[in-house]
T-cell receptor, first 115, second 115 residues
């Protein structure tokens, strides 16, 4: 089945450690996104990429880094510089073809807890 | 500036009764409008979208939404609620002439259906 796979589902981290969240899609979508979700705050865009080897900062990119070496993969690293990393992280993808409506398709999320 | 508002943090409905989850938006021109549902610790699932045409659009799980251009609203509805409809619902809007990365999500409405 086509879809987006995020791993791990749950992750615990000690303060000062970097962690990397995986996101893989087999929908052949050009665009991929990372969102952060906190209770009562909806979704906030961290980074997005519309093409391999290129990505753009979203609204809350500080303390995060990404790479896009393959069309299918868009990993997110939460660095030690992120002051409040405990959150639910959502990866999404979409088409960017002309005439397409470009709705987002989401993975199941990764919950990061800093101990 | 583009924006989307979900004026109710929580909506409570008895099973079998009709439900409405409200959404209003502020986007120039003719926007693309979306509804998503999120179950606990899961990703967002696409429910339905309005692009053009008939103001009443039908989606997954028996949900429908009514587009009202004069009131700039896109309310989600269901004629008869089920306990299993209890979840967090997000309205989203996008200017069709902008990138899919510019999709704006509302803050979410928690729908609670009591037996």
């Amino acid at each position: 089945d086509g879809g987006i796979t995020q791993s791990p589902k749950y992750l615990f981290r000690k303060e000062g450690q970097n962690v990397t969240l995986s996101c893989e899609q087999n929908l052949n979508h050009d665009a991929m996104y990372w969102y952060r979700q906190d209770p009562g705050q909806g979704l906030r865009l961290i980074y997005y990429s519309q093409i391999v080897n290129d990505f753009q900062k979203g609204d809350i990119a500080e303390g995060y880094s990404v790479s896009r070496e393959k069309k299918e993969s868009f990993p997110l690293t939460v660095t030690s510089a992120q002051k409040n990393p405990t959150a639910f992280y959502l990866c999404a993808s979409s088409t960017i073809l002309a005439g397409e409506t470009g709705e987002l398709f989401f993975g199941e999320g990764s919950r990061l807890t800093v101990l | 500036a583009q924006s989307v508002a979900q004026p109710e943090d929580q909506v409570n409905v008895a099973e079998g009764n009709p439900l409405t989850v409200k959404c209003t938006y502020s986007v120039s021109g003719n926007p693309y409008l979306f509804w998503y549902v999120q179950y606990p610790n899961r990703g967002l699932q696409f429910l339905l979208k309005y692009i053009t045409g008939d103001n009443l659009v039908k989606g997954s799980y028996g949900f429908e939404a009514e587009f009202n251009k004069s009131q700039t609203s896109f309310h989600l509805k269901k004629p008869s609620a089920l306990v299993s409809d209890s979840a967090l619902y997000f309205c989203a809007v996008r200017d069709p002439y902008s990138s899919a990365s510019k999709i704006i999500f509302g803050s979410g409405t928690r729908l609670s259906i009591r037996p």
